[in-house]
């Protein structure tokens, strides 16, 4: 591709955005991982200004979770988001949110976003269940 191709290409991709989606998420659960921050954070702010019954953001922090709930609370006026304490590097962690899930009525997930880290690190590094661990650094 040459260089005016590519910046046709560019520029055409920026002039003409999709329009931004909104749906009534009324009666809907949604759960976003990863959502006290960038991109699952916008996600979740997006989908508290569509009404879900139910906004789940999983978190490693709890502190961190709160903050992303008091922030979408101030700028959305949605008030039903919750954080909910998930470290995907932990089974133990995975199996518990889990578990609470199906406690706490469980039932039908509407909208999943599984927003992963992504890792920088250059040294392999294992988790205590012997998985491949990411962190954000």
Same mark, same amino acid.
């Given at each position: !591709?040459?260089?005016?191709? =590519? ?10 955005? &999709? &329009?931004?989606?909104?749906? #009534?998420? @009324?009666?809907?659960? $949604?759960? $976003? @991982? ?15 200004? !569509? *009404? &879900?019954?139910? =906004? ?5 922090? +709890? ?11 101030? +700028? @959305? ?5 919750? %954080?909910?304490?998930?470290?995907? *590097?932990?089974?133990?962690?995975? /199996?518990?949110?889990? +578990? ?9 997930? +509407? ?10 690190? /250059?040294?392999?590094?294992? @988790?205590? #269940?012997?998985? !491949?661990? %990411?962190? $954000?650094?």
């Amino acid at each position: !591709m040459d260089r005016l191709a =590519l910046y046709f290409a560019i520029f055409k991709q920026i002039k003409s955005l &999709p &329009p931004v989606l909104q749906a #009534d998420l @009324t009666g809907k659960v $949604v759960l $976003v @991982t990863g959502a006290n921050t960038g991109l699952g954070f916008e996600a979740a702010k997006h989908f508290a200004r !569509m *009404n &879900p019954q139910r =906004l789940i953001l999983a978190c490693r922090s +709890d502190e961190k979770g709160n903050q992303a709930v008091r922030r979408i609370e101030r +700028d @959305t006026g949605y008030t039903k988001a919750e %954080t909910w304490l998930l470290d995907l *590097n932990r089974f133990a962690s995975v /199996q518990a949110f889990a +578990d609470r899930y199906e406690k706490e009525g469980g039932g039908r997930l +509407d909208i999943l976003v599984e927003n992963a880290a992504i890792s920088s690190a /250059q040294t392999y590094e294992k @988790t205590e #269940d012997g998985y !491949m661990k %990411t962190s $954000v650094h």
